[in-house]
């Protein structure tokens, strides 16, 4: 049985999320990376090249979440984040 292709996911539009929805998203992906690269510490050698391919792929999606806030925010649609 073969799945039908869909589009590549490269290719997609971003979905639409509110600015703080994608800032979030941003935040969590480096969190998550920050907690992968300490707990690879603690891991075989395999495990670890493992955990660190993971950890590279979060940060460069949240590499891209930037970029995306940017031309956001270079456009005008995404106002100033409220700060407290």
């Known amino acids: 049985m073969t799945l039908p292709k869909g ?5 997609l539009s971003p979905p639409a999320l509110a600015p703080d929805d994608w800032r979030r ?3 969590a992906l ?12 603690a891991v075989t ?7 660190w391919e993971e950890m ?4 460069a ?5 930037e970029a995306h806030l940017e031309q956001l925010s270079a456009t005008g649609a995404d106002p100033e984040p409220e700060t407290t």
Do not use: K, N
């Open 45 to 51: 050698s395999r495990r670890r090249e493992l955990l």
């Open 25 to 27: 998203l941003r935040d």
């Open 30 to 41: 480096r969190y998550q990376g920050r907690d992968l690269h300490h707990r690879s510490y």
């Open 7 to 11: 589009p590549d996911v490269m290719t």
């Open 61 to 65: 999606l949240a590499d891209r979440i």
């Open 56 to 59: 590279d792929r979060c940060l």
